[in-house]
């Protein structure tokens, strides 16, 4: 998903996603007038592998995101994008999530080129911002020390609520997975705009909510999410929710509305996310192991799902 809005924002190409489980029973209407991607970590994926050559049997091209040279889903497509970030050997995907973000933003970006979306002035400056990421990301593993505190605070807590905007939704989604997967703690990832349409009735000092509150103060679009960001935390807080609030570094706002933040460095409103994720893995780690489980190995679950 945060793939989708990256490609809308810098090609301005309509995309849709599904779950590759779904995919081959929606009878998707595609054929040679649209390009397929598939996003695999292991390149074995059963529901992946199945979904790969249902589109291939409707005509449409494909491109596989693998981090597993030469494995069948990468053979198979008719281009790959490797991510190479090395063997993953924990169950939940982690670095290999990181990388397939940044992978999806370079295609997402040298598309917007070759449709003259992205001048080669933007472009240029988009890559010194990728390339700044690892060391802004060295400093959020520094909030490790946070992420624990806030583990040993919560880690009593069943259920907890993940919300963001736009591109910072599908973070939210990932952070809530990574805490079901790693410590069996249930967690919803939400629209936030959609609060109110529901789960606002379940949000009360029982229920944390874990926010993303970022703001690029350079893209109009992220000022105006930002803002009503800042009404919801308030909404949220008179109905005496606990609030754990990622913002941008120096947000006296959101931190003086929260009960808990963790900073994120600046970065531009596309890059965000890979940033972003971080400290909720760190979080999900922290409470597995505060509630003495085994972080590489959760039960149930396997690192490539080869049965359908």
């Known amino acids: 998903m945060a793939g989708q809005y990256m490609i809308l924002e810098l090609a301005g190409v309509q995309v849709d996603v599904d779950y590759a489980s779904e995919f081959e029973y929606s009878n998707p209407l ?16 059963a529901d992946t592998t199945a979904a790969l050559r249902e589109a291939k049997s409707k005509g449409s091209r494909t491109i596989a995101i693998s981090n597993v040279v030469d494995s069948t889903i990468a053979r198979e497509a008719d281009g790959v994008i490797y991510t190479h970030a090395g063997p993953e050997i924990s ?16 295609f997402a970006l040298h598309l917007g080129q070759t449709r003259n979306k992205v001048s080669r002035d933007l472009a240029r400056n988009y890559i010194r911002e990728l390339l700044a990421l690892p060391d ?14 806030l583990a040993d605070k919560y880690h009593q807590v069943e259920d907890f609520l993940f919300l963001g905007r736009a591109i910072h ?7 809530a997975l990574k805490l079901k997967e790693v410590s069996y703690v249930h967690a919803e990832g939400y629209p936030t705009g959609e609060t109110k349409h529901g789960p606002n ?12 509150a970022t703001c690029d103060r350079n893209d109009p679009a992220s000022v105006v999410r930002y803002e009503q960001n800042v009404s919801n935390i308030k909404g949220f807080k008179k109905q005496s929710g606990r609030v754990i609030a990622l913002a941008s570094e120096g947000d006296s706002e959101v931190s ?6 963790i900073f994120i460095p600046d970065a531009p409103e596309l890059l965000l996310p890979i940033l972003e994720i971080v400290p909720l893995q760190l979080f999900a780690y922290y409470m597995a192991v505060r509630r003495g489980l085994d972080v590489d190995r959760p039960r149930n679950l396997v690192k490539s799902v080869t049965l359908e």
Do not use: W
């Not at 802004?136 to 505190?149: F, I, M, S």
């Open 169 to 175: 939704y599908p973070i939210a989604m990932d952070g």
């Open 256 to 261: 003086g509305l929260a009960d808990h933040t």
């Open 30 to 45: 595609i054929g040679p007038g649209e390009l397929t991607i598939l996003i695999t970590q292991s390149g074995e994926t």
């Open 201 to 212: 009735a379940l949000i009360d000092e029982t229920l944390p909510v874990v926010i993303i």
């Open 136 to 149: 802004k990301t060295n400093a959020v593993l520094r909030c490790a020390a946070e992420c624990e505190r």
């Open 91 to 106: 169950i939940a995907s982690t670095k290999a999530f990181s990388a397939q973000m940044a992978a999806l933003f370079l």
